[in-house]
């Protein structure tokens, strides 16, 4: 086997920090793409810091960046290759892979098997498995969690501009004087970029927030329109009208480089008069006509948008709502103008670029004849895909039917990311031989796979990644890999060559993949493609070792051509769908997104103690007018239920919800969590143009579910999960808590509850039980049931498990004197609690945010946190009035 990485200690020059002892690379998580330097301070330690020097960032990291360091320990870790439940040797992992994909292709056909990959691989992993599907095994059934999260953008942006090309940077949110945020959570989802939008509004940049939610990022806003779920296209033809009737639609602009199709004022016309969009869309007219005004007014406005857009059903059309405005008034292509589709994960575009979408083939080429013939010319390939292959809903769709007989998953969880995950589940595990190549042992995906492949995680791995604005950086390995993890593009080329293509894949290292990347984005150019990385493919293996960031493209369409065969970008004529009424049996509208601090299914995240802290549940946040109807209450639990399947949550009553609306979060799964399994409930309905699932309105009901006793259990080490109808892991210094209700007998818990010395006390009157396991004196386990009474903030008692000697008093939950409660953790970058917020506000009579910061720290790092504090502020005053 050859040695996958060049050792560490070839670092030189950029990819070292000035003091010559972090090395730089880029944050594992969100399309941002936050630049790092990190320091390795121990055995799997590492000390994180914003890179001051990366165009992304400048040095700010926010609460998931900053916590990083927490998540590269190795509990759970996948470390050896595993044929069903037994370990295997490398060989005879990959020689089986191999064999079972050639038996299936030789029976069956290239369509009977197929990979599903995903955002979080870099460039050179995905460029590997894209050539060893398209161009070896010669069917495009490759499709990537990509399209779920980006390919209403994708074939937005090709409909308009002939190619999937994001027109904007993040300079331009520092030259914008209205920024428009159309369902895009970005305080959370985002934060480095919403601090520079923060920033770009204190220098006078106005905000509108175009979200049914009022979330973090809706209340700091200056305008927030809280429409009408899949309402955009009418708001966005309103707008387009409005605009016209302004006078700003840029006549000389359209005549020059946009095709406007004959009855496109006439379509998009119609009921797009104020009266008309306000009704549609459920918004005031007068909030509505403010938002067009300003619109009207600035020229310099960028409009960013992400899954509030993207995951609908109408998604591509939303995005051409949006495009069509942008072209329209000539706002593209010039600094602080721009439409521009942010990216979720950290190589979305990256992927993107190698053609890791089922329908594009390479180097944003489609499968027209003379692509492929370049593109196989360029292989040397013995065949290459005729067509674009399956779509990720279709891929599962044929999975169940047992048209794809092998298929290979490598860093995505299908089975809890996908629509109607309890469908693709069965497919998974009606399939004769699944594949899947993670970092962490055990998925919900991957106790369905014969063949689990141990892939290098980040801070092993070394790469590429491109972000949300077309900016490339490196990710660097900072730990030697463990075990025996081997990085995706290593595992791919070893598949590859034991089916027979061992010189098309004799890679050794990630600089030979990245070269042979750059040569085919430049190979047989057509003149109208965009992109290119010209020059990159000189660079040798210590250039590419230390490749600063870069942004390819430039400014694109600043020339006003686009890359279509006439030069013009298109307007396209999409009209509003009939929102339809709620059904009888289904009456309020499913919405599903992201934490602040969790990420996705929380396999790297949920081991952060400090991330945990600001949700430790999954809520259904539900409007008060239906928690009254419903009969719920808050922090009780609701059964949440479509025809797809149902699962559980904490009720929170929000008035951030619009009546008839609930929202439910992405990340719990079945290792973490007895409910909150939200992939189980929206349909496999999808848009038509671009195949992604409308994740974001499924018609559902709730119902309150009774339980007779609630408690916690705090356990050392980790534990498994407690038998009961409600049980959440939450990760603690040292530990897990589990957040525990229950219908029967309590006595279930008992199963869990590690061996040592017990005391105990009960309440009867109260059904109440108190256990404390402790050995050598030291606190492993307490477990607190009670049907009526009282349960004790958690916080002492996880003090308590790092503990040398337990306290005296660990039964009653507290410190023998004075016990201090921080409340929930606002802050997560410096553990401040709401309590001691709320008491320093109090006591100090401080008045913003920044006082706030400066009397607690709170806020000053990461800055996540600054529309809770803002918030925290603003109830108080509210309350003293
Ligand atoms: N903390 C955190 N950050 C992340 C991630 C994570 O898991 N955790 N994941 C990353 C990934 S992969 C992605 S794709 C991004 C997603 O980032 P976002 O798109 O910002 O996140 P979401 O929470 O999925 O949804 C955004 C908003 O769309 C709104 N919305 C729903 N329906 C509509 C509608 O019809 N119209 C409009 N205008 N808005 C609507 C929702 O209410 C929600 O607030 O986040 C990335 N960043
Ligand atoms: N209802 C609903 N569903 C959604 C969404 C929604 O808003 N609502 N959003 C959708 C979107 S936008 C997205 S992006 C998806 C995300 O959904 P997934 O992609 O399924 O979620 P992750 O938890 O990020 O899964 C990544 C997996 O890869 C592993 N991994 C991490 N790094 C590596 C690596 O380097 N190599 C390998 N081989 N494995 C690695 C992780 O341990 C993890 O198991 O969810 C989608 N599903
Ligand atoms: S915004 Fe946060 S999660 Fe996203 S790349 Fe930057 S530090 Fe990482
Ligand atoms: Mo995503």
New binding site residues.
């Given amino acids: 086997m050859t040695a996958p990485h060049p050792p560490i200690a070839d670092a030189t020059g950029p990819s070292l920090s000035p003091e010559g002892r972090g090395v730089r690379t880029t944050c594992a998580?969100?399309?941002v793409g936050c630049g790092i330097v990190a320091t390795v301070t121990g055995d799997r330690q590492v000390a994180i810091a914003g890179d001051p020097e990366h165009p992304a960032n400048r040095g700010r990291l926010c609460s998931?960046g900053t916590h990083l360091g927490e998540t590269v320990g190795l509990e759970g870790r996948l470390l050896a290759p595993m044929i069903g439940r037994r370990r295997a040797s490398w060989d005879k992992a990959l020689d089986l892979v191999a064999r079972r994909f050639r038996e299936t292709i030789a029976r069956h056909g290239p369509n009977s098997v197929a990979f599903y990959v995903s955002?979080q691989l870099l460039t050179e992993d995905y460029y590997v498995a894209n050539k060893l599907m398209k161009g070896f095994i010669g069917s495009a059934n490759i499709d990537t969690n990509s399209r779920l999260?980006m390919s209403s953008a994708v074939a937005g942006h090709s409909r308009a501009f002939g190619e999937d090309v994001v027109p904007a940077s993040y300079d331009d949110l520092d030259a914008a004087e209205l920024i428009v945020l159309?369902?895009?959570?970005?305080a959370?989802?985002?934060p480095i970029v919403y601090q520079r939008i923060r920033s770009a509004c204190e220098a006078g940049a106005k905000l509108v927030v175009?979200?049914?939610?009022r979330?973090e990022t809706a209340e700091e806003a200056d305008l927030h329109l809280a429409?009408r779920?899949?309402?955009?296209v009418a708001l966005m033809n309103g707008l387009l009208h409005w605009c016209r009737e302004a006078g700003v639609v840029d006549a000389a602009y359209l005549a020059a480089h946009v095709s406007v199709p004959e009855d496109f004022w006439d379509r998009t016309g119609e009921g797009s008069d104020l009266w008309s969009v306000a009704r549609t869309c459920d918004v005031a007219p007068a909030d509505l006509r403010r938002f067009f005004e300003m619109f009207a007014a600035t020229p310099r406005t960028v409009t960013m948008f992400?899954?509030?857009?993207n995951?609908?059903l109408a998604g591509t059309d939303q995005v051409n709502a949006i495009l069509n405005v942008h072209l329209a008034t000539g706002r593209i292509g010039k600094p602080g103008a721009a439409p521009f589709s942010i990216?979720?994960?950290p190589n979305?575009m990256g992927g993107r670029e190698v053609g890791g979408l089922a329908s594009t083939l390479a180097a944003h080429r489609d499968f027209a004849e003379a692509n492929r013939a370049a593109v196989q010319r360029f292989w040397a390939s013995p065949t290459i895909a005729e067509k674009p292959g399956l779509k990720a809903v279709d891929l599962f769709r044929e999975l169940g039917n047992g048209r794809i007989k092998a298929l290979w998953v490598m860093a995505t969880n299908p089975a809890v990311s996908m629509p109607d995950a309890g469908a693709v589940r069965a497919a998974l595990a009606a399939c004769p031989f699944v594949v899947v190549s993670d970092v962490v042992a055990e998925t919900d995906t991957s106790v369905h796979a014969q063949v689990r492949l141990p892939a290098a995680a980040w801070g092993e791995k070394d790469g590429t990644v491109t972000n949300s604005d077309r900016t490339i950086s490196r990710q660097r390995a900072l730990f030697p890999l463990p075990g025996e993890a081997k990085p995706d593009w290593w595992i791919v080329k070893e598949v590859a060559r034991r089916m027979g293509w061992g010189t098309a894949f004799a890679y050794d290292r990630p600089a030979e993949i990245w070269r042979e990347h750059c040569r085919l984005s430049t190979y047989a150019p057509d003149g109208q493609r965009l992109f290119a990385l010209p020059g990159q493919a000189a660079k040798g293996n210590a250039d590419y070792e230390a490749m600063a960031p870069f942004r390819w493209g430039g400014t694109p369409f600043a020339d006003g051509r686009y890359p279509t065969p006439d030069g013009r970008a298109r307007l396209a004529p999409v009209v509003q769908k009939a929102v339809a009424p709620p059904l009888k049996d289904w009456p309020l509208t499913l919405?599903t997104?992201?934490?602040?601090?969790?990420?996705?299914t929380m396999t790297r995240t949920g081991l952060s103690p400090k991330l945990a802290r600001h949700r430790e549940e999954p809520l259904v946040e539900v409007h008060g007018d239906d928690a009254a109807r419903e009969g719920l209450v808050d922090g009780g639990l609701a059964r949440v239920c479509t025809p797809q399947g149902e699962s559980l949550y904490r009720v929170r009553v929000s008035e951030a919800q619009r009546p008839g609306e609930i929202?439910v979060p992405?990340?719990w799964t079945d290792r973490t969590a007895s409910g909150g399994r939200t992939g189980l409930l929206p349909r496999p309905l999808v848009d038509p143009v671009s195949g992604q699932p409308g994740f974001?309105?499924s018609p559902a009901a709730i119902a309150a579910v009774a339980c007779r006793w609630r408690g916690f259990l705090i356990v050392a080490g980790e534990g498994e999960r407690p038998e009961c109808l409600w049980a959440t892991r939450v990760a603690v210094p040292a530990g897990v808590l589990w957040e525990l209700a229950g219908d029967g007998d309590p006595a279930v818990l008992e199963a869990v509850l590690p061996k040592g010395a017990r005391i105990e006390a009960a309440d009867a009157s109260r059904g109440t039980k108190r256990v404390a396991v402790l050995v050598d004196g030291r606190l492993v386990a307490a477990l607190f049931v009670t049907e009526t009474g009282l349960l004790p903030s958690r916080d002492w008692l996880i003090e308590q498990l790092g503990a040398a000697q337990a306290a005296p008093t660990v039964l009653a939950g507290r410190a023998p004197g004075l016990a201090v409660d921080r409340g929930p953790i606002v802050c997560a970058c410096f553990d401040v609690g709401l309590k001691t917020i709320v008491s320093a506000i109090a006591a100090q009579g401080l008045g913003d945010v920044a006082a706030v910061g400066a009397a607690l720290g709170a806020g000053t790092n990461c800055g996540s946190c600054r529309p809770a504090i803002a918030r925290i502020l603003s109830q108080g005053a509210t309350h003293a009035a």
């Fill in positions: 998580y969100c399309g998931k955002g999260c159309v369902g895009s959570n970005t959370w989802c985002h175009i979200d049914p939610r979330t429409i779920p899949g309402s955009d992400s899954q509030g857009v995951q609908a990216t979720g994960q979305a919405n997104g992201r934490y602040r601090d969790q990420w996705h929202f992405i990340h974001k309105a």
